[in-house]
């Protein structure tokens, strides 16, 4: 049934809404008759005129020059084969994203229905003008070789077959690490390649130009060894020919110093690897199954350094790592073509990178202090925000150096900070709190489980491994729900407080309650049937460590959500006042804003306070909070009550955190122009910083500006988080979609994290209370 959720899953991922994954957007104004005609006729015929004049012209008045085709025939896609070019078509767009999200590149995908080499050539080499690269994916061996050689010759743009070059740049950095911690030389170490495909021929190429001995290269196909003894190889294969006695891969791989695998899942046994001479190097990189198992490789040697195309183990070879940035840099220095010169520049800047100290926000994403240079760590991760800033200027000097550049950068350090600035460092921050609560999930009480979408959320947040979810509700309508909708519940407690099962424990928790509140209105009995009540019980549940958060919130009023977790956890010490906060993933990168959902009119005091906590919480997101306090005035222009409070409590702010980059008050326009700011407050501490923080002067102004955002801007919203509670409760805007649920399970996990001691993953094994209750 899992199985069967996940395809449901991607299929209604990618039919939703616009179908598929991309769309083309304008990048100058089109909302006026004047705008339409310059866009179009009679404007557009100067650039034309233009470029015929100066075909260089086109890079200057089109977006040739940011523009790379993904082209494919479908002949060998992913682990599918040949499915033909329109089923390869979701690949492609999804190249395109990668492409877009990491390196800032336009793609346009093109399914080419050609599988002659010839005529696919003919193709492509036809589509020169309109793009700036060319990445040509997923096309079957030997065709691939064939194709890509002739578009190298024929074009004057970058060529590159991804299949073939990604995995050997990425896994050349990887080995060039991994020989200098292992103490051997590459021109010495015996190789033994199991796979004989594109990639694998690629990859064996490149570790030769890095200094491999062909003749200390054994190479296996699915029908053995590439001997001299064979009568059915082609030309490609027979570069790689080894002579003497015809090995099987098990003899092959006695006294070998590296296992390079390009073909399919456990042809490797511990007793293969335990043959191999000391401190052995092992890439197996098949996809989803490597070669051999992390766990049974690391098993059999203590010496070993591993590395497979999983993510979900050390030093993960992935093609991300490599192919945006090296298209950027080739884009950028308007290079002729790839040339091995500047495929050898990635490979030393990623290997080069991954011995530099490790930023926080990759630490953080992999729940971990220390990650450094050694056998667990060879190659750079992907969500390393240095990537592009370090590959692409790596790549371009290579093109300009080996004379295929056709433009020039002369002021290195700018270009760097260019990149820096095309994506922003801190865009990847879902994706790195993705990494960091898998790293240590948590027990999570979903309160309204007899929803659909609910458990849709919830069953997505325990496949993919951030969370351990409790569902509370009625059993029979929960399951009935899970069955219509193929959800698989059966690594999930179900726990309905209204049950018999449960009397004990509404009792104890009952108990509790009354100690807290016996003096605020509530008596024994009192505290003992609120326990029915969903929100209470489960906020117990996290008041007592039996869970370590829990959202709610989905179809009940914010007030009802809000009250027993105030009366049953309450605030962190310290703190008068709990707040709310969103999170907006926008074009400019995260923008926390606050407080959003909870305090109507807050005194000065409170507004320090909340900015503080806000101050806090992005911290936790290991952001630097850069922020910005709102009002209708700027730095004293009004003399309003308003204007004047905001300004107290700016100024309480920096009395109690001098340190905080904070300013105010000041209009939102204000706060990102930059230009403005400059000429007219140049003594701002946002002078130059990325305001990614907003505190609003009252609910009224922070609820209508997220609002605006989140339905007008297109801004992706999370939230509201809650600050200020001792221990993790987040409330669910009415009617969240499945996507906003499983976000806001993301960060009450990456709370938890914060504020709750203990295992999640051990704890999750032992016997509960709630599996023992109808026993």
Sequence with gaps: MKKEFIREQALEYHAKGRPGKIEVIPTKETKTQRDLSLAYSPG?????????????????????????GVISNGTAVLGLGDIGPEAGKPVMEGKGVLFKIFADIDVFDIEINE?????????????????????????????CFYIEQKL????????????????????????????????KKIEKAKFVVNGAGASAMACTKLYIALGAKKENIRMFDSKGLIHESRTDLDDMKKEFLSTGKNLSLTEALVDADVFIGLSKGNVLSAEMVKSMAKNPIVFAMANPDPEITYEAATSARKDIIMATGRSDYPNQVNNVLGFPFIFRGALDVRAT??????????????????????????????????????PEYIIPKPVDPRLLSTVAPAVAKAAIESGVAQIKIDNWEAYAIELEKRLGQDNQVMRILGNKARRDPKRIVFAEADNQKILKAAQIAFEEGIAYPILLGDEKKIRAIANAMKIDLDDMPIIDPRSDDYEER??????????????????????????????????????????????????????????PALQVIGTEPGVKKIAGMYLLLTKRG?????????????????????????????????????????SYSNFGSSDSPEAKLVSKARDIVKQKDPGLIVDGEMQASIAFNQEIMKESYPFSELIDQEVNTLIFPNLAAGNVAYNLLKEVGGAEAIGPILLGLKKPVHILQLGSSVRSIYNMALITVIDAQLKCKGNAGEASQKPHWWKKAKK
């Design 115 to 143: 599988k002659d080499p010839e005529k696919f050539v003919q193709i492509v080499k036809a589509l020169e003008p309109t793009f700036g690269g060319i990445n040509l994916e997923d096309i079957k061996a030997p065709e």
């Design 152 to 183: 190298k010759e024929q074009m004057k743009i970058p060529v590159m077959h991804d299949d073939q070059h990604g995995t050997a740049i990425i896994s050349a950095a990887a080995l060039l690490n991994a020989v200098e911690i292992q103490k």
């Design 337 to 374: 073509q790839i040339n091995e010169a500047m495929k050898l520049a990635a490979v030393k800047a990623l290997a080069e990178l991954a011995r530099t100290p490790v930023p926080d926000i990759v630490n953080l994403a992999y729940n971990q202090n220390n990650l450094a240079f050694g």
């Design 506 to 563: 509404r009792k104890i928790y009952g108990d509790l309650f009354f100690e807290k509140r016996k003096r605020r209105g509530v008596n024994r009995y009192e505290a003992t049937k609120m326990m029915k009540d969903r929100n209470y019980f489960g906020t117990m549940m996290v008041e007592t460590g039996d869970a370590e958060g829990m959202i709610s919130g989905l179809t009940r009023n914010y007030p009802e959500t809000i009250r």
């Design 590 to 630: 995260p923008i926390f804003m606050a407080d959003t959902t909870v305090n109507f009119n807050p005194t000065a005091e409170e507004l320090a306070d909340i900015t503080l906590m806000a101050a806090q919480e992005v911290r936790n997101f290991n952001l630097v909070p850069r922020i910005a306090m709102l």
């Design 44 to 68: 557009v015929a100067e650039p034309c005129r233009e470029i015929e004049a100066n075909p260089e012209a086109v890079y200057k008045y089109t977006a040739k020059g940011n523009l790379v």
